[in-house]
């Protein structure tokens, strides 16, 4: 007996069963849950007070100089993936390469919603090319695809970093490129250069400090997303400031419609290795990341232009980030 046919996804009998395609969205949405049920975890604690606005300088040191670099170095340090040259150079030029499309893309696209310099175009430029490259990205490539790929993510995100303290810095405010430079030699991108060498060198760690680097590295993720709800949720509060259809619509259509094609593009046509093009694939259907809010207010830019994007493509995420990652894995597989 011939099996009944399937229409929109379900059987003509009983649509109940799922297709294979449909299996596959639920369980990357199942991968994606946990991330932003994390980021709802730090909007509750900065409502509950239990997470204060005077502890996020000390928690964001915390992660970034240290537990983020035992995050680099334990992910690293045994990849047989990053011992092939194509997985150190490629990786990093595309990771610089991605932020810059974005940014450019971005200013032209404020320049045609009449964006000018002083309100606006700037910040909407840098934080819709300013993707969220690491703390959702990370739990979806070590989950999806494995710590091979996670290595060759954070050679990634170094090109990402280069990016930000560069180019980025100039475009958002004019910033001094002389004195930002030095950004880049953080204690992520140390880590990276030192986990490299012994990983090429093929030297084994004692396996007690092994075990401290791997404790300290399971922190990193979940702290980094706990703070992103915190820092969100300053943001939450007046919910019409957020309501800016113009902004909200072009920057959602740009990062999480049109980007991630040239992403994908990219992924499926470059003579890249496969943990590469697996990288690509997750990084194209990130949304805005949070720490542009900060940035801008930094350095003199629009920090409610940076929130109302970040919050509308953060929420679209939920819903786009499995369906792109479905498309991307079935157009960019051999």
Same mark, same amino acid.
């Given at each position: 007996?011939?099996?009944?046919? @399937?229409?929109?996804?379900?059987?003509?009998?009983?649509?109940?069963?799922?297709?294979?395609?449909?299996?596959?969205?639920?369980?990357?949405?199942?991968?994606?849950?946990?991330?932003?049920?994390?980021?709802?975890?730090?909007?509750?604690?900065?409502?509950?007070?239990?997470?204060? $606005?005077?502890?996020?300088?000390?928690?964001?040191?915390?992660?970034?100089?240290?537990?983020? $670099?035992?995050?680099?170095?334990?992910?690293?340090?045994?990849? !047989?993936?990053?011992?092939?040259?194509?997985?150190?150079?490629?990786?990093?030029? @595309?990771?610089?390469?991605?932020?810059?499309?974005?940014?450019?893309?971005?200013?032209?696209?404020?320049?045609?919603? /009449?964006?000018?310099?002083?309100?606006?175009?700037?910040?909407?430029?840098?934080?819709?090319?300013?993707?969220?490259?690491?703390?959702?990205?990370?739990?979806?490539?070590?989950?999806?695809?494995?710590?091979?790929?996670?290595?060759?993510?954070?050679?990634?995100?170094?090109?990402?970093?280069?990016?930000?303290?560069?180019? /980025?810095?100039?475009?958002?405010? /004019?910033?001094?490129?002389?004195?930002?430079?030095?950004?880049?030699?953080?204690?992520?991108?140390?880590?990276?250069?030192?986990?490299?060498?012994?990983?090429?060198?093929?030297?084994?760690?004692?396996? $007690?400090?092994?075990?401290?680097?791997?404790?300290?590295?399971?922190?990193?993720?979940?702290?980094?997303?706990?703070?992103? /709800?915190? %820092?969100?949720?300053?943001?939450?509060?007046?919910?019409?400031?957020?309501?800016?259809?113009?902004?909200?619509?072009? !920057?959602?259509?740009?990062?999480?419609?049109?980007?991630?094609? %040239?992403?994908?593009? !990219?992924?499926?046509?470059?003579?890249?290795?496969?943990?590469?093009?697996?990288?690509?694939?997750?990084?194209?259907?990130?949304?805005?990341?949070?720490?542009?809010?900060?940035?801008?207010?930094?350095?003199?830019?629009?920090?409610?232009?940076?929130?109302?994007?970040?919050?509308?493509?953060?929420?679209?995420?939920?819903?786009?980030?499995?369906?792109?990652?479905?498309?991307?894995?079935?157009?960019?597989?051999?």
């Amino acid at each position: 007996m011939e099996p009944a046919p @399937l229409f929109f996804g379900f059987d003509a009998v009983g649509l109940s069963r799922p297709t294979a395609r449909v299996r596959e969205i639920l369980h990357l949405l199942g991968i994606i849950l946990p991330v932003f049920l994390l980021i709802g975890v730090g909007v509750a604690l900065r409502r509950l007070r239990w997470l204060t $606005p005077e502890a996020d300088p000390s928690l964001l040191r915390l992660g970034v100089n240290l537990l983020f $670099p035992c995050l680099i170095f334990e992910s690293v340090v045994d990849s !047989a993936a990053l011992r092939e040259p194509g997985n150190l150079f490629w990786p990093a030029l @595309l990771g610089f390469a991605s932020m810059g499309v974005g940014w450019f893309a971005g200013w032209w696209t404020a320049r045609a919603l /009449g964006l000018e310099r002083g309100r606006g175009l700037r910040t909407f430029a840098f934080v819709v090319g300013f993707y969220n490259y690491g703390y959702m990205a990370i739990p979806l490539v070590k989950a999806q695809f494995g710590p091979g790929t996670l290595g060759v993510l954070f050679v990634f995100n170094t090109g990402i970093e280069m990016a930000i303290w560069t180019v /980025g810095i100039l475009l958002l405010a /004019g910033g001094s490129l002389r004195q930002d430079w030095r950004k880049i030699f953080n204690a992520p991108a140390i880590s990276l250069v030192l986990a490299v060498t012994l990983n090429f060198l093929h030297v084994s760690l004692p396996a $007690p400090l092994r075990a401290t680097l791997a404790a300290l590295a399971a922190c990193a993720v979940p702290l980094g997303l706990v703070l992103t /709800g915190a %820092v969100l949720d300053e943001h939450l509060h007046d919910l019409r400031a957020l309501v800016a259809p113009q902004v909200i619509a072009a !920057a959602t259509l740009l990062r999480l419609g049109l980007l991630p094609l %040239v992403f994908l593009a !990219a992924a499926r046509w470059l003579p890249v290795s496969t943990e590469l093009k697996q990288v690509i694939i997750v990084q194209a259907a990130m949304p805005a990341g949070v720490f542009p809010i900060v940035l801008a207010r930094h350095y003199g830019g629009q920090p409610l232009t940076a929130a109302q994007i970040v919050v509308a493509t953060t929420l679209a995420a939920l819903v786009l980030i499995p369906l792109w990652l479905s498309f991307g894995l079935a157009w960019v597989a051999p």
